[in-house]
Nanobody
Framework: QVQLVESGGGLVQAGGSLRLSCVAS????????MGWYRQAPGKQRELVAH???????TYADSVKGRFTISRDNSKNTVYLQMNSLKPEDTANYYC?????????WGQGTQVTVSS
């Protein structure tokens, strides 16, 4: 019903920036929540940020002031602008869509921040 494809991950030095993109295809109309989660080696998956179709945003304390989530409904895309990256931001980043009680996940994109 819904497919999510992430892109934009890569290797960057500490202090640098990356922008992740997640394109959704399928039934995405109406109210929904799209977000970014990350999972580092040996750690549980955690919320990074999410944004509702009404524009409400939520950020993890660890990324507040550094990351910005946004969406472009005309392109069915959600973005995560990551600035001032730190080595502890290194993780696989996953896109998530919640809509009408359904939950969809992308395959993830790797972000590696070197010191």
């Amino acid at each position: 019903q819904v497919q999510l494809v992430e892109s934009g991950g890569g290797l960057v030095q500490a202090g640098g920036s990356l922008r992740l993109s997640c394109v959704a295809s399928g039934s995405t109309s109406g109210f929904n929540v799209m977000g970014w989660y990350r999972q580092a080696p040996g750690k549980q998956r955690e919320l990074v940020a999410h944004i509702t179709s009404r524009g409400s945003t939520t950020y993890a304390d660890s990324v507040k002031g550094r990351f910005t989530i946004s969406r472009d409904n005309s392109k069915n895309t959600v973005y995560l602008q990551m600035n001032s990256l730190k080595p502890e931001d290194t993780a696989n980043y996953y896109c998530r869509l919640q809509r009408y009680g359904y939950d969809y996940w992308g395959q993830g994109t790797q972000v590696t921040v070197s010191s």
